[in-house]
Each structure stands twice: as structure tokens, then as C-alpha cells.
């Protein structure tokens, strides 16, 4: 029901910044919020932040308070992740997903096909 686009990743140089979007389609409005999640190489998918559709209430990962903020845009139907101050340990795989929310990947429904950011030293 949900269609998830992701774009914005690539590779930056640590201390940068960069900017993720996810276009998202179909029956937004039954999921409640929108999530971003990632992975790193041999680690399991974390959680990194989510927002609500409706109230755009925001909460995120602790280990990426001042760091990485999300938000949304209701009519382009489009979450965004801002990540600066990137480090090399932020290289993972970053998916947007939609469902529920919370901070496990088990409150979300829908997954985008994941974008790769990659951090140099």
C-alpha cells in the first residue's frame, strides 16, 4: 500500500553533512509514522530516527542527538534525514520505512530499497 523512494546518499568526508529524502506513495495516511533505520557492515539494523505523519512528532537514536535531526514535508508526501557532523562509523545502508513507529524495525510495514552512505576519513 506504501511505496518508498529513497535518495541523497553518497559518499562524503567525515565532518560533512548530507541529506536524505523518502518519497513516499500510496496509502500514506494508514501508516502513522516514518522511521529511518541502518545498517552497518556485520551489524544488525538500527534504529536511527522516526517521525509521525500527523502531530510530526520527532524522536531519534540518543547516540545521534545533535547530530542528525528528521523531519517532513506533508504535501510531498517526503521524510527527510539531515545528518552532519558525519563519522566514519555513520557508513551503513539507511532505509526509510513507514508503518506504526517506534524504535523497532518491527513497527514498520513498508521499507525503501535502502541508500548507502559511506563516510571517509
Known amino acids: 500500500q506504501v511505496q518508498l523512494v529513497e535518495s541523497g546518499g553518497g559518499l562524503v568526508q567525515a565532518g560533512g553533512s548530507l541529506r536524505l529524502s523518502c518519497a513516499a506513495s500510496?496509502?500514506?495516511?494508514?501508516?502513522?509514522?516514518m522511521g529511518w533505520f541502518r545498517q552497518a557492515p556485520g551489524k544488525e539494523r538500527d534504529f536511527v530516527a522516526a517521525?509521525?505523519?500527523?502531530?510530526?512528532?520527532?524522536y531519534g537514536a540518543e547516540s545521534l542527538k545533535g547530530r542528525f535531526s528528521i523531519s517532513r514535508d506533508n504535501a510531498r508526501n517526503t521524510v527527510y534525514l539531515q545528518m552532519n557532523s558525519l563519522k566514519p562509523e555513520d557508513t551503513a545502508v539507511y532505509y526509510c520505512?513507514?508503518?506504526?513507529?517506534?524504535?523497532?524495525?518491527?513497527?514498520?510495514?513498508?521499507w525503501g530499497q535502502g541508500t548507502q552512505v559511506t563516510v571517509s576519513s
Open positions: 520505512a513507514a508503518g506504526d513507529g517506534g524504535a523497532s524495525y518491527g513497527g514498520y510495514r513498508y
Open positions: 500510496g496509502r500514506t495516511s494508514s501508516s502513522a509514522a
Open positions: 517521525i509521525t505523519w500527523f502531530g510530526g512528532k520527532t
